[in-house]
């Protein structure tokens, strides 16, 4: 059962807003933004057990990135699922958020990032060229309060499905996990292939013949490299000491003499 009014979502939404952008990091990105937004309702769902409301706040305090307005809707979601108090309410919700964050900043970066700014800066454009400025100034003065209406939708929409996941979906609730879970592994694993570039130059020479070791590799297991640079980046942080900020200048370096070397492209 729901138990936030839109009175409370608009408290919600405006938390986020103000922060999900403000205090972005490498290690958590936006996590501040959701906590932020979470914190006051968690602390009225958990507030009279103090230990699983620090664990609540630890666990939602890891990486999140995602378009703003549907970031928004998916935390939204995640509030939802934790009112449940269901044993695996955290659980449910971190792999909504991670499974989620990465096919939604697609679309939400099109929908409201990219295609409003290059239609409307067009049309205000030709309006101004044209002679009517005030026709341009007012189509992007009022498409703005359209995205606030839109943001919102998408933060009633996420809060008010998210609590049906588990008070009308329980039965299903362990397959859901496990297939939001396998969805967040494959986003991971697609987001590791597709931005983190790491090739070698080096060639196996046998006589005359040369045999590029990339092509090797791609053969046998494509993204290989990526994927094997990543899995040393996290097994790293787990150092004592390292930080995100170290890791960050143990890479250039790392990086730099490999290539002075030739050794990676």
Not at 105 to 133: C, H, Q, R, W
Not at 162 to 177: M, P, V
Not at 178 to 199: N, R
Not at 232 to 259: E, F
Request: with cysteine; proline share 3%.
């Amino acid at each position: 059962m729901s138990n936030l009014s839109k009175k409370d979502l608009a408290k919600f939404s405006f938390r986020y807003a103000i922060t999900a952008q403000a205090c972005q990091n490498y290690e958590t990105m936006q996590s501040c933004a959701v906590i932020y937004s979470m914190g006051p309702f968690l602390e009225k769902i958990y507030g009279d057990d103090p230990e699983v409301l620090r664990e609540k706040f630890k666990a939602h305090f890891q990486f999140f990135n995602c378009q703003t307005y549907f970031g928004a809707a998916i935390t939204a979601a995640a509030l939802a699922i934790e009112e449940t108090k269901s044993d695996d309410a955290t659980a449910v919700a971190t792999a909504i958020k991670t499974s989620l964050m990465g096919p939604f900043s697609g679309i939400g970066d099109a929908l409201f990032n990219t295609m409003p700014k290059v239609v409307l800066a067009a049309l205000s454009a030709y309006a101004a060229l044209e002679g009517s400025f005030v026709t341009g100034a007012i189509l992007l003065v009022v498409f703005t309060p359209l995205l606030i209406y839109l943001r919102q939708k998408f933060i009633e929409i996420g809060y008010y499905q998210g609590a049906k996941i588990i008070t009308e979906h329980q039965d299903q609730l362990n397959n859901l996990r496990e297939a939001i879970s396998v969805l967040g592994i494959i986003v991971i694993g697609a987001l590791i292939a597709t931005t983190v570039k790491i090739t070698t130059p080096l060639n196996i020479t046998v006589g005359e013949s040369a045999q590029s070791i990339q092509s090797i590799i791609d053969n046998i297991y494509p993204s290989l490299l990526p994927a094997a640079a990543t899995l040393l980046v996290y097994k790293g942080l787990d150092i004592k000491g390292m930080n995100t900020v170290r890791m960050v200048w143990v890479i250039i370096a790392v990086v730099t003499v490999l290539s002075v070397f030739g050794i990676i492209a």
